[in-house]
């Protein structure tokens, strides 16, 4: 059976990406990098998690490897499978073995909603051990120094079946990445979207606003990532208001009230 070796190159982060820190991540994850312990980012959507991994992964000069978790995901999806073509069968290494393989960075993406059974795998590649079992092989692989693995999840959408158990969560140094302060947040949107900053800080002010709205049924406010949507149709020609409504309004809600609400929201601020 012939093993079928993968491109690593494509998944270098070419380019530095634009990212602003909120506290003191970088050099946690550096320290953590550095001794070998896995990453753990919790934070509402859009926060900036997947932008920071990219970040990371620049700074260090290592592939970064990112899947999306779902509740479809098995462990063959990620570590790898036997696949048949033109009547040979070969060995394709998942994103995890890949990762391991090559000494990337390993980015689990909302982990808390792939399946238990399927995230087991990760144990004994987050402890001391740093190793990854390839069953349908019989191989036991050691992760070089170079590796790290990182997770991420949405704590405002756990729940009693999708949250992290204690013996997977305590293997991990935990940052938590909030919604960036005013200043911060208004730099971001105003670069992003490559809008004015009076433009962004008003953007920025309806995204608070939105975001008080949590106890009267609104699950998150608006994220930063709609905030540079919005300045983005707004740079295209899109009436402020519009454009406001169609990707953070609409986005945010369905229930009525709560659409109203944004609405008078947006008016009082543009």
């Known amino acids: 059976m012939e093993y079928k070796a993968q491109k690593i190159e494509e998944h270098f982060v070419k380019e530095e990406p634009f990212y602003l820190e909120q506290k003191n991540e970088l050099a946690v994850a550096l320290a953590a990098y550095k001794n070998g312990i896995p990453l753990l980012l919790k934070g509402p959507t859009g926060s900036g998690k997947t932008r920071f991994m990219q970040f990371l992964a620049w700074k260090l000069n290592r592939p970064l490897i990112t899947v999306s978790c779902h509740d479809d995901l098995s462990t063959s999806d990620l570590v790898g499978r036997y696949l048949i073509r033109g009547g040979e069968t070969f060995w394709v290494d998942g994103p995890m073995t890949l990762a391991v393989r090559h000494g990337a960075i390993c980015y689990l993406d909302e982990v808390v909603e792939a399946r238990k059974d399927t995230t087991v795998v990760i144990h004994p590649l987050a402890d001391d ?26 704590p405002g959408y756990q729940s009693v079946l999708k949250d992290m158990k204690q013996s997977t969560r305590q293997r991990f140094v935990a940052l938590e990445l909030g919604y960036p302060n005013a200043d911060l947040e208004r730099k971001i949107v105003g670069h992003e979207a490559g809008i004015e900053e009076e433009l962004a800080r008003l953007l920025v002010r309806i995204a608070e606003m939105t975001r008080g709205l949590k106890d009267s049924g609104l699950q998150e406010g608006a994220s930063t990532r709609l905030l540079v949507h919005a300045g983005l149709l707004i740079r295209e020609g899109v009436s402020p208001r519009e454009a406001c409504r169609v990707t953070i309004t609409q986005a945010l809600t369905d229930d009525r009230e709560l659409l109203e609400a944004i609405d008078e929201m947006v008016s009082s601020v543009l």
């Open 129 to 154: 051990r740093r190793e990854l079992a390839i069953e349908k092989r019989g191989e036991l692989l050691s992760a070089p120094p170079e590796f790290m693995l990182a997770v991420s999840y949405n």
